[in-house]
């Protein structure tokens, strides 16, 4: 197709361009009009010298002839802003209805669900083409440094068995298998811990992870993580790792790091100070909450396990393949002051929100086996739920850890979004349905009885 974008008219002075687009706005002045053409670029102006039957949001094909702009009308603040195209034709290639929402201007304004019920319209405004630019950049410069340290991308199922990071599993049923279920897995944990004994010194993966929580303003059912695993390989490693690829990162997003290297709290100093594990260092006097400002900060040391009053158990606080520290293994191999061992979890938070967490790994079958018993799990549990990870840590298994940092919020904090739904091209509702497309929703029956199911 012989198209120019309309910034790259921008060169083409006296000469003749086709352009394809959306029209973004008309000022009829009478006997010319200036129609703006906006397309995945940006927005040129083109001028008609004849009525055209044309309105808002309609896709054009225009001929024309590129011109300098007089002087007095060049337009600043537009990249294509000294030029215009001349239009000598014009064809509408699809007619639009009045939008039902408008599409210019922030739309903060305009009722969210119907924002997302029509999504396609909502995403035309031009914030929510620059928050997926952004999310675009954040993943391409993350990708980059990932790929510059020689990890290597590896995916892993999404149909799977459970993996407990703490939340309920979405189950999907099988067809082959009338009664049996598959779960979404809640992230990619275990695989990645298997591609460790494997030989995969380096994994990463944009990989998405599935829980069934509460929703809430922050939270969705689904949200993508970029999940990375080293072996041999230190908790300092990782986190220097880590810090380096957000500094680089930030960098590149022209942000400002308000602590270099980052400030490191154990969970008991942060409890302390900040009565959280989540906290803002940013002093809203003098940086004034400044969005471009990035308040990173570690936290370490925090508990291996928790007590659940309702069960009458231990249970883990993070996941349970999470390490003891190495001080702290004698008393969890004696089940000896269980609520005071520590961990090797590390979690990274960033202008009060948490936006990444990962752990050194039990790669001992025996402590990983005791980790499940003072849970509560039966030999029979372990046995079903977790054997091929205690049978794989018998063939050979490297040191090793890894950490998942979410894309969602840390996109959301770049953009200066408050809600992670604006940095996500269809997200879901606060209530749980799918924007665009009506899920959930009845299963036909045909379907149902496929899959052997009775909806009670
Ligand atoms: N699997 C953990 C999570 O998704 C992160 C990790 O420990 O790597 O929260």
Not at 191 to 196: A, E, R
Not at 268 to 284: G, H, Q, S, T
Request: aromatic share 10%.
């Amino acid at each position: 197709m012989n198209r120019t974008l309309a910034v790259h008219a921008n060169g083409l002075i006296g000469k003749k361009v086709t352009l394809f687009g959306w029209v973004d706005t008309i000022r009829d002045h009478g006997k010319i009009s200036f129609l703006d053409i906006k397309d995945s670029s940006g927005v040129i102006q083109t001028v008609a010298k004849k009525q055209y039957d044309v309105s808002p949001q309609d896709v054009v094909k225009i001929q024309g002839t590129v011109k300098k702009r007089p002087e007095n009308l060049i337009n600043k603040n537009l990249p294509t802003g000294e030029i215009e195209v001349e239009i000598e034709n014009l064809e509408i290639y699809s007619k639009a209805q009045t939008p039902p929402i408008p599409t210019e201007g922030d739309g903060y304004d305009i009722e969210e669900n119907l924002r997302l019920k029509f999504r396609y319209l909502d995403l035309r405004r031009q914030r929510l083409q620059k928050n997926l630019k952004i999310r675009h950049e954040i993943a391409k410069l993350f990708r980059a440094y990932l790929n510059g340290q020689d990890f290597i991308e590896i995916e892993t199922p999404y149909l799977s068995q459970t993996t407990p990071e703490g939340s309920r599993d979405f189950l999907v049923p099988s067809r082959l298998q009338p009664g049996k279920f598959y779960a979404l897995t809640q992230s990619p944990q275990q695989y990645k811990q298997l591609l460790m004994v494997a030989g995969f010194e380096k994994y990463y993966q944009f990989a998405r992870a599935f829980r069934d929580e509460d929703l809430r303003a922050d939270r969705g059912f689904e949200h993508t993580q970029v999940d990375i695993e080293m072996a041999f390989i230190e908790r300092e490693d990782i986190m220097k790792l880590i810090e380096d690829m957000y500094k680089s990162t930030a960098k590149s997003l022209g942000k400002k790091v308000l602590k270099d290297p980052f400030p490191i709290f154990t969970y008991e100093e942060a409890m302390k100070k900040f009565k959280a594990d989540k906290f803002d260092l940013r002093n809203p006097s003098a940086d004034g909450k400044n969005d471009d400002v990035l308040a990173f900060a570690w936290v370490v040391d925090f508990p291996l396990l928790e007590y659940d009053e309702k069960e009458k158990h231990y249970t883990f606080s993070h996941n349970p393949f999470c390490a003891p520290k190495e001080e702290d293994v004698a008393n969890l191999m004696a089940s000896k002051n269980l609520d005071k061992l520590l961990s090797y979890q590390y979690d990274l938070v960033l202008n009060g929100e948490e936006i990444a967490g990962g752990s050194i790994r039990i790669t001992k079958p025996q402590i990983q086996r005791q980790v499940f018993k003072v849970m509560g799990y039966t030999d029979e549990k372990i046995e079903k739920d977790f054997s091929h990870l205690l049978n794989a840590y018998k063939y050979g298994a490297p040191p090793h850890g890894g950490i998942a940092l979410g894309l969602d919020r840390f996109a959301a904090i770049i953009a200066g979004e408050k809600s992670i739904r604006e940095v996500i091209a269809f997200p879901m509702t606060g209530s749980g349905q799918t924007a665009v497309m009506d899920a959930p929703s009845a299963a036909d029956p045909q379907t149902l009885k496929e899959l052997k199911l009775k909806v009670s």
